[in-house]
């Protein structure tokens, strides 16, 4: 069995300060020291002193320099001169106050050095590093700070933090993988809860506890935890539960008992990003562990003992055996005043994810102004005429009801760039779809347009989706048939290409019953009217076999010379009639030339 709190703690109790490594002095008058140390929290100390002087109008300690903001600040404590150090840290705010009664106080408020990591919001991309990494890197980086972080299993391609402090970041991501961050004294501790470690205190009814608060809470229990993401290589949801948890031994209800009470036996984190199986794991396992040490919580008063520390175990005895036994230490308070030493232990963890606490990204619109949350409605009024000259779209936004002309909207399209990209611009009185950057009402984007049963789509959606069709306002249409294999475009006069793998065809045709068509025979020219070849330079007719010339009418040859060579024979023949003739010399010859 552990140690009492009353263990090693006979005498006065005393207790040293120090500022920047001097000790303070026992002429300062220190009323009250109270200490507060979280898991998950920045370590905080607040001194109450007495300070004032009303007849000579000063504060000596606030006007001097051993309590200046940015000061060092070291308080131990113990009993009889045997002190351990409580706290370490900076000072961060300095006050004063006065009373009715005439007293007039210093009021001093420090932090620990990570204070220095929730200050200010930075942006990071991460590339192929795990957390553990980034996380010592992030708690490095912030000036006076010592890292101890357990080393995690995903190893990210790419990690992003957006507009965030380090602070936020860096729990976020603990909790993600199932662990807990833990600020004392300059240190930064990334840690698994040691849930199967022996307890550091003991502390039983009718001897050394003071007080108690204790509820057992079955409202967040599972049996068990699945992470359910999304697998971009086989498109399907990811599943991976959590892995087997060794929780500390308290109270004599289980998890699966305090579950049963809802009837609850899975609880589902899910995701839409494409998270690794060891990511899922390592997310629902922390809610897991989350859940376990939520379901007893409490808290209790003991005699001053600095050995009460956040993130270790302490037994509980005497209570009965649904309180009983081993607690996790999640909050350590030490209270000093009128020569008193109280210790209050919070044992349990808050059931909530860090990230779930609205102050963790900035707020809407960036506070500029009230955000908009979500997309909304909009109606197209204008295409032209943006006194911006940003290609921008009227638009109204009818929940907004306003008597205005609209919002101007910039387009989104697939392919935007300088000068060139795919141009489609909605119609006027179309329902769009706006969203908002950052959030601002201000700044709409037009997203895509709707249809609906006043706007209906060009075609008919069926079961198969067979058509894919592209139609502007005058009819001008180019469809896709997935079925036939065939692509149309056609206007609204009549003209049509259409390239088919159905038919094995590419036909043009046009609204005079003008026709091309390439099909396995070959080419085809058909027209109901004339059909004109015409060349600047050469025509050239040629084929593998026969050449076929053929009119209903006459058939003219007519050029400057005219040319016919047969590599075998030449028949020239007229059922009526034939002529040769020529205004100059005709010239009939060859190895014998007959004439009838």
Same mark, same amino acid.
């Given at each position: ?42 370590? #905080? ?5 007495? *300070? ?7 504060? /000596? ?59 200010? #919001? ?102 068990? !935890? ?98 009983? %036994? ?5 909050? !350590? ?52 005429? *943006? ?12 929940? =907004? ?8 909207? #910039? ?82 006069? %009549? ?25 396995? /025979? %070959? ?12 060349? #600047? ?22 050029? =400057? ?22 205004? %100059? ?12």
């Amino acid at each position: 069995m552990a140690d009492s709190p009353a263990t090693r703690s006979n005498g006065v109790v005393t207790c040293t300060i120090k500022s920047n490594g001097t000790e303070i002095g026992n002429a300062i008058q220190v009323l009250s020291i109270h200490i507060c140390k979280q898991v998950n929290h920045i370590a #905080r100390a607040e001194l109450t002193i007495q *300070d004032g002087d009303m007849p000579q109008n000063r504060f /000596s300690l606030s006007s001097g320099e051993l309590f200046k903001p940015g000061n060092t600040l070291t308080i131990a404590a113990g009993y009889a001169s045997q002190e351990q150090v409580l706290f370490e840290g900076i000072i961060i705010r300095h006050g004063i106050s006065l009373g009715g009664d005439g007293h007039s106080r210093l009021r001093i408020e420090c932090r620990d050095n990570a204070i220095g990591m929730t200050v200010a #919001r930075r942006n990071n991309n991460y590339l192929r590093q795990k957390d553990s990494d980034i996380l010592s890197r992030l708690i490095r980086a912030c000036a006076g700070l010592r890292a101890r972080v357990d080393t995690t299993q995903t190893q990210h391609d790419e990690l992003v933090q957006f507009n965030c402090t380090d602070w936020d970041f860096l729990l976020t991501r603990a909790e993600a993988n199932g662990l807990v961050v833990c600020n004392d004294d300059g240190t930064v501790a990334v840690t698994a809860p040691p849930l199967s470690a022996s307890p550091v205190l003991t502390l039983t009814y009718g001897d050394d506890l003071m007080s108690l608060t204790a509820d057992i809470d079955a409202r967040h229990q599972f049996s068990a !935890v699945t992470g359910v993401g999304w697998d971009i290589k086989n498109q399907q949801p990811l599943q991976e539960k959590a892995a087997a948890q060794s929780v500390n031994r308290q109270g004599n209800l289980s998890a699966d008992q305090l579950a049963g009470v809802l009837g609850l036996t899975e609880f589902r984190l899910q995701s839409a990003t494409p998270l690794p199986a060891t990511a899922l794991r390592a997310w629902a396992s922390g809610q897991h562990v989350k859940s376990a040490l939520s379901r007893l919580r409490g808290t209790l008063t003991c005699q001053g003992c600095a050995r009460a520390r956040i993130n270790t175990l302490i037994e509980l005895a005497g209570v009965g055996a649904r309180f009983n %036994g081993h607690l996790y230490v999640g909050g !350590v308070r030490h209270h000093i005043q009128d020569g008193q030493w109280l210790t209050y232990i919070d044992f349990g963890m808050p059931p909530v994810w860090s990230a779930e606490h609205r102050d963790l990204t900035p707020p809407p619109a960036a506070g500029l102004l009230p955000g908009v949350d979500g997309l909304q409605i909009g109606i197209v009024k204008k295409l032209d005429g *943006d006194p911006q000259q940003q290609h921008r779209v009227q638009v109204s936004v009818p929940v =907004m009801q306003a008597e205005n002309d609209g919002v101007w909207a #910039r387009l989104a399209s697939y392919y935007a760039s300088a000068g060139i990209g795919a141009q489609f611009m909605p119609e006027v009185g179309d329902e769009v779809i706006l969203g908002y950057f950052n959030n601002n009402p201000s700044d709409p984007v037009i997203l895509g347009s709707l249809y609906s049963s006043k706007n209906p789509p060009p075609v008919t959606p069926e079961a198969k989706n067979t058509l894919k069709t592209l139609m502007t306002r005058s009819r001008l249409t180019l469809q896709f048939n997935e079925e036939d294999k065939a692509i149309t475009l056609t206007t609204p006069g %009549g003209n049509q290409v259409v390239l088919s793998d159905k038919d094995k065809t590419v036909t043009l045709q046009d609204q005079n019953g003008n026709r091309v068509m390439l099909d396995s /025979s %070959g080419i085809t020219l058909d027209s109901p009217k004339n059909i004109t070849l015409s060349a #600047r330079g050469n025509i050239e007719l040629s084929a593998g076999r026969t050449v076929e010339l053929s009119a209903k009418a006459d058939v003219t040859a007519a050029g =400057m010379n005219v040319s016919l060579s047969a590599k075998t024979g030449l028949t020239a023949k007229g059922n009526a009639t034939a002529e040769l003739s020529a205004s %100059g010399q005709t010239v009939v010859k060859g190895g014998i030339v007959m004439i009838n």
